[in-house]
C-alpha cells in the first residue's frame, strides 16, 4: 500500500496550493480519506476528510478555506487550499481508512510552509 503526496512547498500569506494523494495497492472507493496535519511538539490533527459517498468534513480552522475531493477512478485525493495562513504550516499527511476491516494508512508527509 502506498499513498503519496505532492504539491506541497512555499506559499506566501493569502496564497492558495493543492495537495494531491494518490494512493496504489488498495481498493480506493471505499476508503474514508483524510488530510492531517502536524507541527513539531504537536499532536497529528485532522484538517479534512471525505467519505466513499463524498460526504467531508473540516477543521474549524479550515473552513471556508480548504476543499477535500476524490476522484474514484485515478485513486487522487485532493485538498485545496486558499487563503492560507502562517498558522497553516505544517507536514501533511495523506490517510486512507477502512473502517470495517480495522486498516488505516498514512503517506510519508509533505511540508507545507506559508511565509513572506
Known amino acids: 500500500v502506498q499513498l503519496v503526496e505532492s504539491g506541497g512547498g512555499l506559499v506566501q500569506p493569502g496564497g492558495s496550493l493543492r495537495l494531491s494523494c494518490a494512493a496504489s495497492?488498495?481498493?480506493?472507493?471505499?476508503?474514508?480519506m483524510g488530510w492531517y496535519r502536524q507541527v513539531p511538539g504537536k499532536q497529528r490533527e485532522l484538517v479534512a476528510s471525505?467519505?466513499?459517498?463524498?460526504?467531508?468534513n473540516y477543521a474549524d480552522s479550515v473552513k471556508g478555506r480548504f476543499a477535500i475531493s476524490r476522484d474514484n477512478t485515478k485513486q487522487l485525493v485532493y485538498l485545496q487550499m486558499n487563503s492560507l495562513k502562517a498558522e497553516d504550516t505544517a507536514v501533511y499527511y495523506c490517510?486512507?481508512?477502512?473502517?470495517?476491516?480495522?486498516?488505516?494508512?498514512w503517506g510519508q508527509g509533505i511540508q507545507v510552509t506559508v511565509s513572506s
Open positions: 495497492g488498495i481498493i480506493f472507493s471505499p476508503a474514508a
Open positions: 490517510n486512507a481508512d477502512f473502517p470495517v476491516r480495522g486498516a488505516t494508512y
Open positions: 471525505i467519505t466513499s459517498g463524498g460526504n467531508t
